[in-house]
């Protein structure tokens, strides 16, 4: 089970940092993303992150703004966000990766999150 935290509202410019906690289970050894949905648009893959951190990735629109990391002894993953915009508003999923290596599809991800909710106001 994957555990996501960290949501709230905040003003366009400030920050918020999302955490992913896997409890039952480990996913040292596997990739993690964090996904999003708007409302009234499709989920889209925001960043990931290889089983080592060794390896990132992020879509353009959060690249500079956006910091994924984990910590692999804490079994968590973050999701640090800066110069947030009310376009980043939507619900944040984390999922873990049937590999090692992070994917841009949702189709990989094996386990999901409930979602939190992140609100940028203007």
């Known amino acids: 089970q994957l555990v996501e935290s960290g949501g709230g509202v905040v003003q366009a410019g400030g920050s918020l940092r999302l955490s992913c906690t896997a409890s039952?289970?480990?996913?040292?050894?596997?990739?993690v993303g964090w996904f999003r949905r708007a409302p009234g648009k499709e989920r889209e893959f925001v960043a990931g992150i290889s089983w080592n951190g060794s390896i990132t990735r992020y879509i353009d629109s959060v690249k500079g703004r956006f910091t994924i990391s984990r910590d692999n002894a804490k079994n968590t993953v973050y999701l640090q966000m800066n110069s947030l915009k009310p376009g980043d508003t939507a619900v944040y999923y984390c999922a873990s990766n049937r590999h090692s290596l992070p994917t841009t599809t949702s189709d990989m991800y094996r386990y999901w999150g409930q979602g939190t909710q992140v609100t940028v106001s203007s």
């Open positions: 039952g289970r480990t996913f040292s050894n596997n990739a």
